[in-house]
């Protein structure tokens, strides 16, 4: 069965940092792009970042004009997203998600997500 | 990155059948087979229902199904069901820049 567990989510102060990460199992790691899309409060979805399997390509939303930092760790089969000078627009519910049939690292579609795990940018 | 276009509501009875479009551009929709749908319940991670345009993950119901007509994408749901009730999300590979592009959401209410 894939399960993609979210984790590090929290509340930070504007200009903080934080690390999430995504734990994989039930499928071969090394195959997939993995990915981040968020969700604020209310809102729609946002696709945020992509990584290809070998983490040759990595992909981020104009928007995050350099905040954020994908990584994985295939023997780890972990998916990490580093986020810095965090904003209150970046409060969201993070997901992990497996990309599927990728196009030089960037999924098709997404067959699995996480649970999730939320972010809240306040003092 | 501007979104997908979708409506922000559509509603129907059971049984009935509705339609949501998802419109882009050239540069995403109109030029790629690469639009997916995704069903979220409330509180609730999204769900795949149509990838690629047209096809169903095993398990979905064929009471869903998808097109594209151009920019403009469509998911139907026909004999609706109070399950369905939902929200839905159209998503599409993006050539210009290279991402990802989601929808903003439409809300399904079965009356």
């Known amino acids: 069965e894939v399960q993609l567990v979210e984790s590090g989510g929290g509340l930070v102060k504007p200009g903080g940092s934080l690390r999430l990460s995504c734990a994989a199992s039930?499928?071969?790691?090394?195959?997939?792009?993995m990915n981040w899309v968020r969700q604020a409060p209310g809102k729609g979805l946002e696709w945020v970042s992509s990584?290809?399997?070998?983490?040759?390509?990595?992909y981020y939303a104009d928007s995050l004009k350099g905040r954020f930092t994908v990584s994985r760790d295939n023997a780890k089969k972990s998916l990490y997203l580093q986020m810095n000078s965090l904003r209150a627009e970046d409060t969201a519910v993070y997901y992990c998600?497996?990309?599927?049939?990728?196009?030089?690292?960037?999924?098709?579609?997404?067959?699995?997500w996480g649970q999730g795990t939320l972010v809240t940018v306040s003092s | 990155q501007s979104a997908l276009t979708q409506p922000a509501s559509v509603s129907g009875s059971p049984g009935q059948s509705i339609t949501i479009s998802c419109t882009g551009t050239s540069s995403d929709v109109g030029d790629y087979n690469y639009v997916s749908w995704y069903q979220q319940h409330t509180g609730k991670a999204p769900k795949v229902v149509i990838y690629?345009?047209?096809n169903r993950p095993s398990g979905v119901s064929n009471r869903f199904s998808g097109s594209k007509s151009g920019n403009t994408a469509s998911l139907t749901i026909s004999g609706l069901q109070a399950e369905d009730e939902a929200d839905y999300y159209c998503s599409s590979y993006r050539s210009i820049p290279i991402s990802v592009v989601f929808g903003g959401g439409t809300k399904l209410t079965v009356l």
């Open positions: 990584i290809s399997s070998a983490s040759t390509n990595t």
């Open positions: 039930g499928f071969t790691f090394t195959s997939f792009t």
């Open positions: 690629a345009v047209s």
């Open positions: 998600a497996r990309g599927i049939a990728a196009v030089a690292g960037i999924p098709r579609h997404f067959d699995y």
